[in-house]
């Protein structure tokens, strides 16, 4: 089961984060008891992941920053989000490997409780299969991390 941070330890947890956006769920994302539905929770989460990547400028060109695919998405719902609440996503690059690397994600209310976690594989591609990450990119990617990236553990 995915469990990122210990029990108890959520606060300090969301604080590592160095990124994120703030979404406010419409209407038509929620069911008649305005809890927002489950199928749009990813959708969230990549607008975040997209906005990580933007906002650390690939060096390289292409139509996306930092192209790539979602490989595997863990999902962990913890509590209902609602119609028009402030929900702020937040992203953090854990790995990075060859062509792939591993991003944690965390979805959080107003009062800063966790509604749900991802942790997201994602490979580099261009449309004709994985492709290795540039030396510019990694170095880019550190830098906005403003950290080392371990290598992406093997599986």
């Not at 590592?16 to 929620?30: G, I, L, N, Q, T």
């Not at 591609?125 to 950290?147: D, I, K, M, N, T």
Request: hydrophobic residues 40%.
């Amino acid at each position: 089961m995915l469990a990122p941070y210990e029990p108890g330890n959520e606060a300090a947890w969301l604080a590592s984060f160095r990124f994120s956006v703030e979404v406010r769920p419409r209407y038509c994302e929620c069911d008649g008891q305005r809890h927002v539905s489950n199928v749009v929770y990813p959708e969230y989460l990549e607008f975040s992941r997209l906005q990580f990547f933007k906002s650390a400028g690939d060096p390289e060109p292409g139509d996306f920053a930092f192209q790539h695919v979602t490989a595997e998405l863990q999902l962990r719902y913890l509590a209902a989000c609602f119609y028009d609440e402030p929900l702020a996503i937040h992203s953090k690059l854990m790995s990075i490997g060859v062509s792939s690397a591993v991003m944690d994600q965390a979805m959080a209310g107003p009062d800063g409780s966790i509604r749900a976690l991802a942790r997201v594989t994602l490979v580099r591609s261009l449309g004709h299969g994985a492709v290795p990450w540039s030396s510019a990119q990694r170095e880019a990617l550190e830098r906005f991390c403003g950290r080392p990236l371990p290598a992406v553990p093997p599986s």
